[in-house]
């Protein structure tokens, strides 16, 4: 099994590399990037239509994630549009449930916010489950995904460099390079 995979791999890299070892040239992509220039953000939509007295929160911590990260994008889904995230209010606490690498449902839970938690480092936090990142708690308001254990008075909504890192891995960053984890199995996580 493990010859079949590494076999895979090597014939892959062998057909990837094979632009590189001709002499061709090879023309701008439509947006008239050169060659070797960072490839497109991973664009992941959500719909926030069910996320109630929350949505401006989550469309700043979907907001947050793009000014912090160049391979993947959150956008708001258009009408009639499937989502790859949904994102819900609910009485309890909040929580994401991903399916696979930028796919997912969150909910944003009343439960935190009534305890005095902010409501925009609630959503980019849950957000950031979705891209991939675990809980890191204990942990202090500098991480992101520390998420409750830094305690009420952490209003911190931005990913630290490490959490920036991590996403960029995930997906691929701008060298445009396959993700670097898949959620094999649909994965709850309750903060």
């Given amino acids: ?14 057909l990837l590399s094979l632009p590189l070892l001709s002499a061709e040239a090879v023309a701008a992509g439509p947006s008239g990037d050169a060659p070797g220039s960072p490839a497109a953000a991973r664009v992941l939509t959500y719909d926030a239509s069910g996320s109630a ?33 949904r994102v819900l209010a609910d009485d309890g606490w909040p929580r994401a ?13 009343r439960q935190a916010v009534n305890e005095g938690y902010n409501t925009v480092r609630i959503s980019s936090h849950e957000l950031g489950h979705i891209l991939g990142l675990p809980d890191r708690k204990p942990g202090p308001c500098s991480s992101l995904m520390s998420g409750s254990s830094a305690g009420v008075p952490c209003t911190n909504p931005y990913p630290n460099a490490a959490e920036k890192a991590e996403v960029e891995g995930n997906f691929g960053g701008a060298a445009g390079s396959p993700p ?12």
């Fill in 53 to 85: 007295e929350f949505r401006s929160a989550v469309d700043r911590g979907a907001a947050i994630w793009n000014e912090s990260v160049e391979g993947a994008e959150l956008r708001p889904a258009t009408a009639g549009q499937r989502a790859d995230i």
């Fill in 1 to 14: 099994m493990h010859v079949r995979t590494l076999t895979g791999h090597l014939a892959a890299a062998a």
């Fill in 97 to 109: 449930l991903t399916t696979s690498l930028g796919n997912g449902t969150v909910w944003i839970g």
């Fill in 180 to 191: 670097a984890i898949a959620a094999p199995a649909p994965v709850l996580i309750e903060d």
